[in-house]
C-alpha cells in the first residue's frame, strides 16, 4: 500500500478546469517537497509542478499561468487546480512527496481533456 492518494481526475471540456487533491497523511517523516507529475501514452513522465517546504513553486513551462499548485501542511494536502485545460494535457497524473531519504509515488489520477 503507497501512503499517498489522488483524486480529482476526470474527463473535462477544452477550456474547462479540474483540481486534483493528494492526501499524503500516509507519509509519517518530515515532507520537503511535494509536487505532481504527469506521463502520457508513449511518453516520459514529465514534472508539473512542485512545491518545496520553504520554498519557491516552480511550473513546466507548458502550464505557467494555467496551473497552480498549492499546499495544506497541517492536513497534509497538496492540489493541483488547473485551469485553461487542452487535449495536451491529458495524461495520468502522479503525486510525489520527497522525504530525506526517498520519494513516495501515488498510483495516478487520470485527466482527460476532450470535447
Known amino acids: 500500500q503507497v501512503p499517498l492518494v489522488e483524486s480529482g481526475g476526470g474527463l473535462v471540456q477544452p477550456g474547462g478546469s479540474l483540481r486534483l487533491s493528494c492526501a499524503a497523511s500516509?507519509?509519517?517523516?518530515?515532507?520537503?517537497?511535494m509536487g505532481w507529475y504527469r506521463q502520457a501514452p508513449g511518453k516520459q513522465r514529465e514534472l508539473v509542478a512542485t512545491?518545496?517546504?520553504?520554498?519557491?513553486?516552480r511550473y513546466a513551462d507548458s502550464v505557467k499561468g494555467r496551473f497552480t499548485i498549492s499546499r495544506d501542511n497541517a492536513k497534509k494536502m497538496v492540489y493541483l487546480q488547473m485551469n485553461s485545460l487542452k487535449p495536451e494535457d491529458t495524461a495520468v497524473y502522479y503525486c510525489n512527496v520527497r522525504i530525506s531519504t526517498s520519494d513516495y509515488w501515488g498510483r495516478g489520477t487520470q485527466v482527460t481533456v476532450s470535447s
Open positions: 500516509g507519509v509519517i517523516f518530515t515532507i520537503y517537497s
Open positions: 512545491a518545496p517546504s520553504g520554498g519557491n513553486t
